[in-house]
């Protein structure tokens, strides 16, 4: 099966991607890395690509921001079915090499390939998601408190459930996954801690089609609401829609994360069912490193986003989220004790 490797360049007024297939490495005049193609800043999206409705779209909607507000030129390179490192390389070196800067690579499977392509572009800025392990002086990390957000998320589970029973759905069992987990499964147990919480994993490291497979976290979300469960939290990226899907039918509550899911085009049809979302700033990393770069002072090192700087979060587009005063109420004192030092969040479950 051949694998195919899309370069989009993002157009925010057409609101179009041009696509570009390259195959085996025969590359048209059009693909990023040729002369042709028009310098900018650039991402590398993660697993599930554009379209997960959640983490990439994220990213996307932060370099359309820069585009309109910055006037710069965006690109997009899409990540190839079961792809190796050596891929990822590829990809950031073509990236790179077309001229653009920063350079920014969506999820912590760019570490190894970062690793190798950044200090042979000392002059390009590089941007990692989710990673703080490779380090440069050309290189920003962009980190976030994903636990503080989704303790946020298990306080509001533990205040709607009816059953006493939610649920808990992760991509790939990863450390990163796994904050996610231990935020939401510490938010329910110390609201109420009668509350059972079903934990489960799609797949296993290197396996991580628990990221891009819909089906399967539609699949583990009838599993959950079979046992009971009424409301589920995924964190599994463009396999997460899917246990959105069927929560959803059953008409339970889910929460959603990364991007406010209640707003998101594709899940419309099951929007009322989404009670929140755990917000990630991914939109606002990715603008504020195009941005430092623009103005001639490029992030780099540890940057972090956390609930003190709503860096995370909880949305409250739903109105029904809203209308349920004593939720809300939980949840911003909740926010302000983490925020105040009073609550220390777990990062491992």
Known sequence: MRRITRIATVGVASAA????????GNKSSSDA?????????????????????SFNDAAFAGLSKAETELKIKGNAAEPSQGESDADKVQRLTELARSGNNPVIGIGFAYAPALKKVAPKFPK???????????TGKNIANMVFNEEQGSYLAGVAAAKVTKSKTVGFIGGVETPLIKKFEAG?????????????????????????????KPDLGKAAAQGQLDKKADVVYAAAGLAGTGSIEATAQAGKWAIGVDSDQYAQKGLAAYKDQILTSVTKGVDD????LIK????????????????DKDGVGLADSNPAYAKLTDVVAAVDKAKKDVVDGKI??????
């Open 17 to 24: 991607l041009a696509l570009t297939a390259t195959a085996c």
């Open 33 to 53: 890395g040729s002369d042709s193609k028009e310098a900018g800043a650039a991402i590398a999206y993660d697993i599930g690509g554009r379209g997960d409705q």
């Open 124 to 134: 390009t800025t590089f941007g990692i998601i989710d990673d703080s392990s490779v």
């Open 184 to 212: 939401f499964t510490q938010g329910v147990k110390e609201t109420d801690p009668s509350v059972k919480v079903l934990s489960q994993y799609l797949t296993q490291p290197p396996n991580f089609d628990g990221f891009s």
């Open 285 to 288: 990393a990715v603008f504020n």
């Open 292 to 307: 430092s770069v623009k103005d001639g002072s490029p992030q780099s090192g540890e940057v972090r986003y956390g609930l």
């Open 344 to 349: 220390t969040v777990k990062t491992t479950p």
